[in-house]
């Protein structure tokens, strides 16, 4: 009897590709009787406790998990962690995510970078209450590749991903002759702030650190601070995501070796590519193989961060990190190791990532592929604005940080944020100050710009406007091929992208996901229109 009320008043909600009917509160997302699941996860974000150092316990946040129903391999704890859990899925399966929410705030969990209804994807208007559930019923369509779910609550997705909400949504692609098993590892990359008695540090009413976005000074791996792991004699495949806030990384092989990105956001490259070094804005992801086959025993590597200048300046800001001294030299271009001072650990200094000791255990050793499957291109003479693509400013004014002069409300969408559905369209990023005025040109950083419900491609990256100081400490680490749903727009630089509405009607987010841009509102909505 319960079910079949359930039934009438939720009319398989999941395959529903009306916007008009999609206007429920998100308290009437129950269990659908006729969906069937190849994979029932229930997921319960709850604070709790870790031993995460010798001493005190660590309070955090976590997403306590239980396969209902599936592979025991769909999900995976990372063990001794808060982090995660890695949810596996194969191509075209069903799944459903029984969302409880025990925080004392409101949450919701967004897909990041999977292409699902409206409903389904996370907008923080669905957000649900302490002790309520949300159950997310969707068929994973997204290509094989390293995707990510993380809360998505207005104005808390800075503070509840950093207190530990964040796992991995793999999508595998098994029929490729890549490492598996123990040679494939997650690498969540996370820099952190403790006390002195381990409890984590979030931003602190800092007025700085908010602009900036926070920056800690301890990089976590997996949700751990061990600081290095074993390896065989073995070729790896690590799956890499920047899961911090605002932290962007410049990676690199500590022995000089290329890294061969064999992936990106949106799955495989059509074949590696060898970057001396690889940038990765929070949100990013990139798939990294390496041999470890020929190193000696006992011999340590390690994957690092180096320097660079991420352009920052914040000219206007907290005289007490030297802002001032940047003032009266007339510049009003204080570079960002000036500016974040107090984290000890700025964005574009180097560190250690994490180490690699090589054991003398002799593991599988595969040949790295020639190439994978091509990329099918989105045609570009089909794009309905390809001359005239639609402009997104990300800039600062109004002490805040905008897109196009607006700020994020809940339910508005603007008219030059309505696409039509089955349209390929050019949007064009644009990074600059403010249209002039001495606040607007110096209040500059990069943004990582992430598009909901889709995948796109990036069809030019125009740097001619970038500092050359900024861009050339920069400029080989992009790969603009692939599918991607989040980039880095550097200052003054200019991104098109292509991108194509398909399936879904409704109303999806883009915005900047340095966590604490987002939080304050460098967000908007878009909306897919039949
Ligand atoms: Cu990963 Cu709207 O975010
Ligand atoms: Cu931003």
Redesign the pocket.
Known sequence: MRALIIMIIMPSFAFCQNSKQQKRSSNQFTVTESFEPDIDISLTATPTEIQLFSGEKTQVYTYRSELIKGESTSLQQIPNSYLGPIIRVKPNQKIRIRYNNELPDESII?W??LHVPQEMD?HPRYAINNGKQFVYEFVVNNRPGTY???P?PHGL?GYQVYKGLAGMFIVEDNQNNLPSDEYEVPLVIQDRRFDPSNQLVYLEDNMMDRMIGFLGDQILINGQSDTSMEVDKATYRFRVLNGSNSRIYKLAWSDGVDLTVIGNDGGLLSKPINKSYMMLG??ERIDIWRDFSKINSGEQLSLNSLTFNSGTSMGMMGSERGMGRGMMSGRGNMQSSNSQSQSGMDNGDAFTVYNFIVSDNEGEVLPLPADFEPIKQLNLSESVNRDSPRQFNFHFQRMQWLINGKTFEMNEVADWEKVKLNTTEVWEFINSGSGGGMMGNMMKMPHPV?I?GLQFQIIERDFSQVPPDVWNSMKDGFIDEGWQ??FLLLPDMRVKVALRFEDYTGIF???C?NLEH?DMGM?RNYEVIE
């Open positions: 967004h990041h970078g996370g990510w779910f993380h998505h997705t929070p949100g992430h909901h749903d989040t987010l883009y915005h996901h987002e967000m």
